[in-house]
């Protein structure tokens, strides 16, 4: 089965894709087949009423069942076995329907959908994206094309951050992540970054 929706935890999520444009060497990719009990690998890409289908099996439930229920649920989190704003046209579709049942929608990105989609895509996502959980990963170029290793080579740190301070702009409830990898002067500049955009800082733990 193609997990589009998939549960981890109390919290439901859409994967979108598993196209990326990052290959980061902690990456649960590389390790692991999915997250909890769901393979999170997909044998094709997804149809937007495919997913509305599934996230609708989810609120059909009954009350009695093992599985969130999505009607309890305040959050839908994009975030899967790819970025999703590689699938752009096809986030915001689902993320309107999402908020037309009351849904708060957060958005797990590397950052890097303006160069996938060649366009700033802010302005498209504050439309229809609540929260968004951006990852930064290293203080600086060097290191992060050392741990991210992304096709858009000494581009990409920059346009994290330019991207960031966009979706603030743009008044989208916006985090900064980063792993636990990092030394404690790396950490403080991160914070600094953070800082100076408006963003909250958020420390990701190695599995």
Not at 107 to 136: P, Q, W
Not at 182 to 202: D, M, S
Request: hydrophobic share 35%; charged share 25%.
């Amino acid at each position: 089965m193609n997990n589009f929706v998939y549960q981890f935890g109390n919290s439901l999520y859409i994967n979108l894709t598993n196209r990326c444009s990052n290959d980061c060497v902690f990456c649960i990719r590389n390790y692991s087949n999915g997250i909890g009990d769901s393979d999170l690998w997909l044998t094709r890409e997804l149809e937007v009423h495919e997913v509305i289908e599934q996230i609708e099996n989810f609120r059909n439930q009954p009350a009695n069942s093992q599985s969130p229920d999505i009607n309890c649920q305040d959050e839908v989190i994009f975030c899967g076995f790819g970025e999703p704003t590689y699938r752009l046209e096809e986030l915001i579709k689902i993320a309107k329907y999402l908020k037309s049942i009351g849904k708060t929608t957060r958005l797990n990105t590397n950052g890097l959908g303006s160069l996938i989609n060649n366009r700033d895509i802010t302005k498209e996502l504050a439309k229809v994206i609540d929260i968004i959980s951006i990852s930064l990963n290293a203080p600086n170029a060097e290191k992060y094309n050392e741990l991210c290793k992304s096709i858009f080579k000494d581009l990409s740190h920059a346009e994290i951050i330019n991207f960031a301070k966009k979706c603030v702009e743009q008044g989208i409830q916006t985090t900064l992540s980063i792993m636990n990898n990092l030394t404690q002067k790396e950490t403080k500049e991160c914070q600094n970054l953070a800082q100076k955009i408006g963003a909250e800082l958020r420390i990701r733990h190695m599995a």
